[in-house]
């Protein structure tokens, strides 16, 4: 008996999931929730809440600086792209990208700068110029000034002095 009452639970579970699995299944529900109507209390905090974010606007808006003129910034470049608002690459120069200055040394008759150019390195001297007379210096470079107690030197280079410093 208790065996068979088993049975007829387990046949009615098997056919009821078999019935559901098998049944359509119908799943568009079509509400329109624009027929809803706001309620009036969350149409007056939505004013304040505008009232309070143009005053906050205003405010912020009177402390705002202005640009600056594009000639002003062109004017305070001194390495790099020549102009920033243009379109392109950046065009580096070869001075700064692969110079670097190492150190100085003052001797009696001579002021010599320890250098590193092009994975090259070697002291340069007042008359060296690059292509000439050094392979420290890009070519046509000139060393225009050493001064090792303020640990300066000044090179020419495209008609431009660039000053380096430790």
Not at 32 to 42: E, G, I, M, P, V
Not at 97 to 103: T, V
């Given at each position: 008996m208790k065996n068979n009452i088993n049975l007829k639970i387990l046949f009615a579970i098997f056919a009821s999931s078999l019935l559901f699995s098998c049944s359509q299944k119908n799943n568009n529900i079509d509400f329109?929730?624009?027929?809803?109507?706001?309620?009036?209390?969350?149409k007056i905090a939505d004013k304040e809440n505008k009232n309070k974010i143009n005053l906050e606007n205003n405010i912020h808006i009177k402390d705002l600086v202005p640009l600056i003129d594009k000639q002003e910034i062109l004017s305070k470049?001194?390495?790099g792209k020549k102009d920033p608002f243009s379109e392109g690459e950046i065009q580096s120069n070869?001075?700064?990208?692969?110079?670097?200055?190492?150190?100085?040394?003052?001797?009696?008759?001579?002021k010599y700068v320890f250098v590193s150019y092009l994975d090259n390195e070697g002291t340069i001297m007042e008359d060296s110029i690059g292509g000439v007379n050094t392979d420290l210096l890009p070519d046509g470079a000139k060393v225009l000034k050493i001064d090792p107690k303020n640990k300066k030197l000044i090179i020419n280079f495209e008609n431009e002095k660039f000053i380096f410093e430790m």
């Open positions: 329109d929730f624009a027929t809803l109507k706001k309620s009036k209390q969350n470049i001194k390495f070869k001075l700064n990208s692969d110079f670097k200055l190492r150190g100085f040394l003052n001797t009696k008759t001579n």
